[in-house]
């Protein structure tokens, strides 16, 4: 099998080509900014992952920014799609994020309703795109809303690795009460992959733990395995100064439960935090 991947050079994309060609199949990286023949190598893949649009917190959030997190998924999945209508395409697997939820501290599910902030408006666009490769080609379509990926070299774990490792780490507000939808790369990867080997899944998949834990037991967790204290509160004004309106989505408790995931037969490869952080760290 040949899967064509959009955004194959980040840090969920590089995983991604590894687990594939592991599987023993092909992966077909393909870029619609930099290689004019992308469409025509589309027409030779059997499934796609689209995981392309510019990362969310490489810069702080102006304008030009949101426009850039935005057209970037919106307008790019919209000429992906455009491009599967003569092709041999059967399954497309497009990343979203559990952001369409909006913050709250009620827990939510692939059934839940979006939200309506900026980070939800752009995935509800972003899936809207990507459904249509469904609605005009039949092409079978299958969103998978990403949470909080933890990774070794990428995602968020790299930007809170540095404070911890030094000792200075500690929870994101006073208290850390809310909570936090992590999730293991291995799992993401893994729920795409199940998702283009079994054409029973539902349609939206939550890429989260199914065992939440708060933003405090996360930094405690963390702490303990890097063997250093966790105990400095990160005021929330501190990370507002620092990354601007995108500190809203850092510091943000989310409760989104991967409900269709888990019944449409996936078993995660690393449930628990402890030993996902280990896993990670120690490899």
């Known amino acids: 099998m040949k899967i064509a991947i959009f955004g194959a050079t980040g840090f969920i994309g590089s995983e991604l080509v590894k687990a594939i060609q592991g599987k023993g199949w092909e992966a077909l990286a393909l870029d619609i900014r930099k290689d004019p023949t992308w469409e025509e190598k589309l027409k030779t893949a059997d499934a796609v992952i689209n995981l392309a649009g510019h990362p969310l917190f ?38 979203s994020a559990i952001g369409i939820y909006g913050a709250s501290e009620e827990d939510v599910n692939e059934k839940s309703q979006p939200a309506d902030d900026f980070l939800a408006r752009v995935c509800k666009n972003w899936e809207s795109e990507a459904t249509a490769a469904q609605r005009l080609y039949n092409i079978r379509t299958v969103i998978v809303r990403i949470g909080v ?15 911890f490792k030094l000792g200075l780490g500690g929870p994101i507000g006073m208290t850390g009460s809310q909570s936090m939808n992590w999730v293991h790369v291995d799992d993401v990867v893994g729920i795409m992959l199940f998702a283009i080997e079994n054409e029973k899944v539902a349609p939206i998949l939550n890429a989260t733990s199914p065992n939440i834990v708060s933003n405090k037991e996360f930094s405690q967790t963390l702490g303990k395995v890097l063997h250093r204290p966790a105990i400095f509160p990160l005021p929330k004004a501190v990370l507002y100064a620092v990354v601007g309106e995108a500190a809203g989505v850092i510091a943000a408790g989310q409760r989104a439960h991967p409900q269709a995931t888990l019944a449409s037969g996936y078993t995660f490869k690393h449930p628990d935090l402890n030993e996902a952080l280990t896993n990670i760290l120690k490899s």
């Open 58 to 95: 490489k810069n702080r959030w102006d304008t030009r920014v949101k426009a850039l997190i935005h057209d970037s998924r919106v307008d790019g999945t919209h000429k992906i799609v455009a491009a599967l209508k003569n092709t041999q395409v059967k399954t497309l697997v497009n990343a």
């Open 149 to 163: 990926v933890m990774g070794k070299g990428g995602g968020a774990l790299e930007k809170l690795l540095p404070p």
